[in-house]
Every structure is written in C-alpha cells, then in structure tokens.
C-alpha cells in the first residue's frame, strides 16, 4: 500500500471506493457519508474500526482526542436533495455551470469528471445525479458557515430554475 500525497476524488458509493482504492493500491478510502474503508483490516466499510484507529493512534502518539482534533479545520458542509427524473441536457448543465461559476466567483474552478463541482480556496459545490434515487444531490462546503449558506441557498435556486427551463 502507498501513501498519496494529496486526495483522489472518486465515485461515492462503497462499491466504487473499494475498487478506486484498490486502482489506486491506497489502504483507506472513504465519503462523508461515514463509509470509511481501511484496507489494511477488511474491505468493507467500518466505522467502529475508524473509531478504534483514531484512539490507537492518539495513545500512540500520547495526546488526548482534543489534541489530535486541535488543529483541524472546520468546515462547514450542507447537502440537500432535490427531486428530479432524467438527465440534464448539455444545454441546461452548460447553464447550471455559468450560473454555479458565477455564484461561486470568478477564480472558481469547474471539474465535470463526477457531476458539477465548482470550488474555490475556501467554498465548493458539487452537483450531481444519485446513484440510488431519482434525484440530484447538492452538496456544498466552505470554511465559513454563511458563505456554505449563500452558496447553497443560490445554487439550489439556480437549479430549479434551470430544470424548470427558465
């Protein structure tokens, strides 16, 4: 197993990170969802097993879990789901990405690899059909709770009206 050097982004869904994991020989792969795959232990998510890792390592290293979680960043994520059967057509998501690259500010950058992401240094917002459901998720974060509120709240209303052809 190998340690990245930065993220790979995948496809959510355990089976999807089991295989990227395994693509990319990396021994944990996992989503916000909670789904936490650790290779080196089984190939199924585990979460008691993410639990006890992390209480393993604070022992080791001799901290307490308020000092392993000390300096991390928050960050505040919101998703919500929004109704809708079919795809979207090239011309509405050519819209829905001007439209999100606008909310977002002009330095955002747009990846179309797994949905619509749109980021910045501090925000993103990711668009994207289900994998399960006849809806499209919407998901957003930004260190800074308002700015994941705006975000989110323009984005979504931008997407209504877009598939409502407007």
């Not at 021994?27 to 080196?40: K, Q, T, V």
């Not at 879990?65 to 979207?88: A, F, N």
């Not at 509405?92 to 949905?115: Q, Y």
Request: proline share 4%.
């Amino acid at each position: 197993m190998k340690l990245l050097r930065r993220p790979a982004r995948g496809s959510v869904g355990d089976a999807k990170l089991l295989r990227e994991a395994k693509r990319l020989n990396a021994n944990f792969a996992g989503e916000p969802s909670g789904a936490w795959i650790h290779r080196d232990y089984n190939s199924c998510p585990d979460g008691p097993l993410s639990g006890l890792l992390f209480l393993k390592a604070a022992e080791t290293l001799g901290l307490s879990v308020s000092e392993m979680v000390r300096d991390v960043p928050e960050y505040h994520m919101i998703r919500e789901g929004m109704k809708y059967t079919g795809k979207l057509s090239q011309a509405r998501f050519s819209r829905l990405a001007s439209g999100v690259k606008r909310i977002l500010g002009k330095d955002s950058t747009v990846e179309t690899k797994l949905g619509l992401r749109v980021s910045t240094e501090t925000a993103w917002v990711l668009v994207r059909d289900s994998g399960t459901e006849p809806v499209i998720r919407v998901t957003g974060e930004s260190k800074d709770r308002s700015e994941a509120t705006r975000v989110m709240r323009e984005t979504l209303r931008l997407l209504r009206k877009v598939l409502k052809g407007q």
